[in-house]
């Protein structure tokens, strides 16, 4: 089954019921109007020699336009690429040239990253040009897909920061779908309103959002851009009754002054994932609007939900929950056996929607699974009643506002500067994106720069979120005997 098959199957049903609300401009969407704007995508790609197989980026914020171009290129038989709006050219560019996109469908605002990226084979069309486009096609026909056919190609820094492309099937997104309807409690279903407010280029945001709405039939309330106060305008007015966010989200509720004037009697379930969340902010958000915080954890390589605090019969601050339905997890020492309740290890994992592995990367790819689990590289422990509780990463990842964020990228980065000689960055505490980028760096001899200097050399060669919140310059850095810097001294 084709995952675009949702929308078909969901448009014939309820074909004037509202899909999608658009925030910023009040634009009401029916499931009939995005099947009919997916189905354009689909032929006017076929109509630029997309075929089956074929990868298609998608750089866009959350616009209408990402939905339709999603299930559009689903539809063509095609793989889709979801690329960080965030990206600088030039890692755009790596990504773009590993997958061998033939196509970039982007936002206006992105229109020229996407063309400075795009190597010469690749073409793109902007929303800009966007009506035009979907003149160019005839008649869209479905492709239909198998199980372990490639449906999204999304990429996730790997552990020397090299973007890698983890292949998600369209049994994977499947599975994870069907996963998240077989929750005994609270899954989602037609009447929900949803707030759409995660990113769409990032797998929580596709697949858990987007993904139930075609799904279920419920109605999706699209947040361009995630701003506290109008955010919260917006859940009252819609009368939202599901929020899907991150921790980054509910914390800046729960700091706002006067953010319980606003009625959110309606919402009946919030979810948080892609970032361990702060038991005070479960804690206070419970406290000012009496909404539980279901906590989940997943992966971009699971699509992405394993666990969630909605498996659970109590809500318990600082657990993930209990795993989803046909998904086995076991947490292992460091020679692979099972570790006592209790005790910290590494989680494994398998099901029906754990990826088939890294695109073009098959010696990693075969490292990412042992005896068939999937090695999170994420470390755990479990209670007694089975709950399981994040404890670190075994992988120096850093995540920030739900975004991965790898030291040896960041480094790497700085040390384009010729004023700097070494360089370490490590993940600090943030109270607002969960965590933050720290850089320690050692200069050239004879060199005299200060913090603030360094900071704006490195600004345009990294995205936001993966640029320093703090910089500090020392002497030296703390090494190893074989030379190799210990990341985990300066983080203590």
């Keep these: 089954m084709n995952v675009a098959d949702l929308l078909r199957d969901t448009s014939r049903r309820l074909p004037e019921k509202v899909a ?141 920061g090299t973007p890698k492309g983890a292949m998600l099937t369209h049994g994977n997104l499947l599975a994870n779908l069907r ?134 019969s109590s809500v318990r601050p600082g657990s993930v929950g209990l795993p989803l339905p046909e998904i086995e997890l076991r947490i292992v020492d460091e020679t692979g056996k099972d570790v006592e309740v209790g005790d910290p290890g590494e989680i494994l994992v398998r099901g029906p929607n754990v990826f088939k592995g890294y695109w073009n990367r098959e010696e990693e790819s075969q490292a990412a699974f042992v005896d068939g689990w999937f090695r999170t590289g994420d470390v755990a422990l479990r209670d007694e009643d089975g709950y399981i509780y994040l404890v670190d990463r075994k992988r120096d990842l850093i995540i920030v506002s739900g975004f991965n964020v790898f030291p040896s990228e960041v480094e790497q980065a700085l040390l384009e500067n010729p004023k700097v000689a070494e360089a370490a960055v490590v993940g600090v505490s943030h109270a607002y994106t969960g965590e933050a980028v720290k850089a320690y760096v050692v200069l050239a001899p004879g060199v005299d720069a200060s913090a603030a200097e360094v900071m704006a050399e490195v600004q345009e060669r990294l995205a936001r979120f993966k640029r320093p919140e703090q910089l500090e310059i020392v002497e030296a850095l703390p090494h190893a005997l074989t030379g190799k810097i210990l990341r985990r001294v300066l983080r203590t």
């Design 179 to 312: 996963q998240q309807m077989a929750v005994p409690e609270d899954h989602v279903r037609e009447e929900d309103v949803l707030f759409l407010a995660l990113p769409l280029f990032h797998i929580f945001g596709l697949n858990v959002t987007v993904g139930l709405i075609a799904n279920t039939g419920a109605t999706g309330v699209l947040i361009e851009r995630f701003e506290p106060v109008p955010a919260l305008r917006t859940i009252q007015d819609h009368e939202v009754t599901v929020v899907f966010g991150a921790p980054t989200m509910f914390g800046a509720w729960v700091s706002l002054p006067g953010a319980d004037q606003y009625d959110l009697s309606r919402v009946r379930l919030a979810v948080s994932g892609a970032a361990p969340l702060a038991p005070e902010v479960l804690r206070d958000f419970r406290d000012m609007f009496g909404v539980d915080i279901y906590e989940g954890y997943g992966l971009t390589e699971t699509a992405p939900t394993l666990t969630s605090a909605r498996m659970a």
């Design 20 to 160: 999608l609300v658009v925030d910023a401009s009040g634009e009401r969407l029916t499931f009939a109007s995005l099947d009919e704007g997916s189905d354009r995508v689909t032929a006017a790609l076929k109509s630029r020699g997309v075929a089956p197989g074929d990868r298609v980026a998608i750089l866009m914020h959350n616009i209408p336009e990402f939905i339709t171009a999603y299930f559009g290129i689903l539809r063509a038989g095609a793989i889709v690429v979801p690329v960080n709006a965030l990206l600088t050219p030039a890692e755009l560019a790596r990504i773009l040239r590993d997958c061998g996109a033939e196509l970039v469908l982007s936002a206006e605002a992105f229109e020229p990253t996407a063309r400075a990226a795009a190597p010469d084979e690749t073409d793109v069309v902007s929303t800009a040009g966007w009506g035009e486009f979907l003149q160019e096609g005839g008649e869209a026909i479905d492709v239909a897909r198998d199980d372990d056919d490639v449906a999204v190609l999304a990429y996730t820094s790997g552990t020397t």
